[in-house]
């Protein structure tokens, strides 16, 4: 059993910053993908940047050089750093885990962004 947990979410003005992370616990393999998703009210969730544990990793374009994902693997720990944030960025951010064709998440955490 694996499970994430998520901190770092808030209120925040247009322009600003957030710092999101996440550190899974349990049975984590050495080889995984660890990623971030939003849901806004009313849409379906979608994809914000993703991270393997050698290090590639994609961004949606909508979020490109304004967020920056990374992973601490020793801690078994994604961050995402979102600069620039825009309204359109407020969402709940949803961590997520996939190992041996498993997906995992978090409860997710909240960013408002406020114009």
């Known amino acids: 059993q694996v499970q994430l947990v998520e901190s770092g979410g808030g209120l925040v003005q247009a322009g600003g910053s957030l710092r999101l992370s996440c550190g899974a616990s349990g049975s984590i393999l050495r080889i995984n993908v660890m990623g971030w998703y939003r849901q806004a009210p009313g849409k379906q969730r979608e994809l914000v940047a993703r991270?393997?544990?050698?290090?590639?990793?994609n961004y949606a374009d909508s979020v490109k050089d304004r967020f920056t994902i990374s992973r601490d693997n020793a801690k078994n720990t994604v961050y995402l750093q979102m600069n620039s944030l825009k309204p359109e960025d407020t969402a709940v951010y949803y961590c997520?885990?996939?190992?041996?064709?498993?997906?995992?998440w978090g409860k997710g955490t909240l960013v408002t962004v406020s114009s």
């Open positions: 997520n885990l996939e190992q041996y064709g498993l997906g995992y």
């Open positions: 991270i393997t544990s050698g290090g590639s990793i």
